[in-house]
């Protein structure tokens, strides 16, 4: 019941405030279980179906054919969670242009509908205030983005200057149109805004002239350029702050252990500055663990991989309580050459 108190005051504070703070808020929930597994560290990775979310570029190096699909339960157990998050997409490439659509949904059921108590300036009192309100209905909260991606991977080759021999590199490049649309209560708002993204990708063997030595990618995304507006049916306009995310990852063979290992750093900043950590090991490519720090909160992850499957779980404890999240995705290229 605590919790339940708690995230209806939030709800309140983000969406019936005239502050535009953190209009949009469900936007910055990460997408995808193995980004999540990973603390959410992923703009530099962003090779899979959530890719549209760290980073637009990371679209066009993200398999073609990919249909993915991802439900999390939040701040409850997994049958009965005070939010659920919800993923559906595909990626497409069209004579080397990436393509992508997706859906992400953010809802929560039964929210109490309550008297305004905003003008009762100590949060605690206002907290008791609800709690103690036995009257009222209930309402629901429902907010979508609908994602439109495009992405293109350049590849050339760059002299350092120190060597007579130039090193192949990869620059992905893509853009995000999106629109939101979201319903709390009787009041609905509707967005329209977009991203871009940049990642340099170049192997360490090539840059060394040794084997085994690793790859390296470096990103920069920028989401919700020149703020994205919200504007609702009473009239009113909210803002959604623009974020400026950056990803470093360093992903090497072990062979001794017969896998890979991928270490990654991301950044996001918008009204706060957040820093997140991943680490990933891959055994031969089938089996998958990973650990991961998202802002304060601890990830752990795990994953696998057959074939034209991939399935991915990852738990986050919050102090709203645990968040479980469930990805899969389909290789539809691989299913259609198998018939």
Same mark, same amino acid.
């Given at each position: 019941m605590k919790n339940w108190i708690v995230f209806s005051l939030l709800i309140f504070s983000f969406v019936y405030s005239d502050n535009s703070k953190y209009a949009g808020e469900f936007l910055r929930i990460p997408v995808g279980a193995r980004a999540l597994g990973m603390g959410g560290a992923f703009i530099a990775i962003a090779n899979d179906g959530s890719s549209f979310y760290y980073n637009p570029a990371g679209v066009a190096i993200s398999g073609s054919g990919v249909l993915s699909l991802m439900y999390s339960s939040h701040f409850g157990g997994l049958t009965n969670p005070l939010a659920s998050f919800f993923h559906i997409g595909f990626i497409q490439n069209v004579q080397e242009l990436g393509l992508a659509i997706n859906w992400v949904r953010l809802s929560v059921d039964n929210i109490p509908r309550t008297p305004d108590f905003t003008n009762v300036e100590v949060p605690i009192d206002r907290e008791n205030l609800v709690k103690?309100?036995? #009257? #009222? =209905? !209930? +309402?629901? =909260?429902? &907010? =979508?983005? +609908?994602? +439109?991606? !495009?992405?293109? &991977? +350049?590849k050339f080759n760059i002299n350092f200057g120190w060597s007579r021999y130039k090193v192949p590199v990869s620059l992905p490049i893509g853009v995000n149109f999106k629109l939101l649309n979201q319903k709390l209560g009787f009041e609905k708002g509707t967005g329209f805004g977009f991203d871009a993204g940049v990642m340099f990708r170049f192997s360490m063997d090539d840059f060394l002239q040794r084997e085994n030595v690793g790859d390296v990618s470096i990103s920069i995304a920028l989401k919700d350029i020149g703020k994205t507006r919200i504007s609702w049916s009473t009239r009113r306009e909210h803002f959604v702050e623009s974020t400026l995310m950056f990803g470093l990852s360093y992903t090497f063979p072990v062979n001794f252990i017969s896998g890979k290992v991928t270490v990654a750093y991301g950044s996001q900043n918008s009204y706060l500055t957040d820093k997140l950590y991943g680490i990933e090991y891959g055994y031969k490519d089938l089996l998958f663990v990973r650990f991961g720090k998202n802002v304060e909160n601890l990830t752990i992850g795990a994953g696998l991989k057959i074939d034209f499957l991939i399935v991915d779980y990852a738990f986050l404890l919050h102090d709203l309580g645990a968040v479980h999240r469930i990805s899969s995705s389909l290789i539809i290229d691989k299913i259609l050459r198998k018939l």
């Open positions: 103690n309100y036995s #009257g #009222g =209905d !209930f +309402f629901s =909260d429902v &907010e =979508d983005a +609908f994602y +439109f991606s !495009f992405s293109k &991977e +350049f």
